[in-house]
Each structure stands twice: as C-alpha cells, then as structure tokens.
C-alpha cells in the first residue's frame, strides 16, 4: 500500500511558478513510475507529466511542454512538478498517481494509488 500526500498548490498569476510536491509512503517508492495529472471543473481527469522509476525517462502532455518540469528524489520519497509560465487554463486540481512498474507510458486507469489533490488557480 502506497499513500501519497500532495502539496504546493496555491493561488498565483498568469505567468508565475509554482512547485507541487508529492510525497509517497513506503520503503518501495522507488520503484513506482509516477505521474501527474489535472482536473479543472466540468472536464475529465487529464494526463500532465510522468516519469519512470529511476528518474531518467519523462514525459508530458503537449500543452506543457516546455513549461512544466517533472523530477523525483527517491532517497526523499517524493515527486515534483516545476510548472513555470501558467496560463489561466492550467487552473485545475492536481493529483499525483503511482504504480508499480517499470513502464512509463501507463494509461490513467491502470494507477494504482492517488493522491487526494492540490488545488492550483492561476489568475489572468
């Protein structure tokens, strides 16, 4: 069993950072590819970024490309989305996910655990 705690969020303007933190439970959190993901009200849970378990390997959604940077320091059991340059439609609830595998690119519905969500508004 894995519990992740995600925290960061807040209350910024158009192109502003902010760095959202996902901290995991556990002495396996290294091995668990991790992913990020978003849901602004009315619309479906979205895909943001991942990466594999060592670090090495990531991926994005497009809109974010070059704006939002995913890293992770196991020895802390945790995960990071830099998010730089935010845009009004960034404004969402952000989750953080994890499963156990060493695969990068894995479909929403096949993360195991979740976070319960940090809210992130960026005002234009």
């Known amino acids: 069993q894995v519990q992740l705690v995600e925290s960061g969020g807040g209350l910024v303007q158009a192109g502003d950072s902010l760095r959202l933190s996902c901290t995991g439970s556990g002495r396996t959190f290294s091995i668990y590819t991790m992913g990020w993901f978003r849901q602004a009200p009315g619309k479906e849970r979205e895909f943001v970024a991942a990466?594999?378990?060592?670090?090495?390997?990531?991926t994005y959604e497009d809109s974010v490309k070059g704006r939002f940077t995913i890293s992770r320091d196991n020895a802390k059991n945790t995960v990071y989305l830099q998010m730089n340059s935010l845009k009004a439609e960034d404004t969402a609830v952000y989750y953080c996910?994890?499963?156990?595998?060493?695969?990068?690119?894995?479909?929403?519905?096949?993360?195991?655990?979740w976070g319960q969500g940090t809210q992130v508004t960026v005002s234009s």
């Open positions: 996910a994890a499963r156990r595998t060493s695969y990068l690119y894995i479909p929403k519905g096949e993360y195991d655990y």
């Open positions: 990466i594999n378990w060592s670090g090495g390997s990531t």
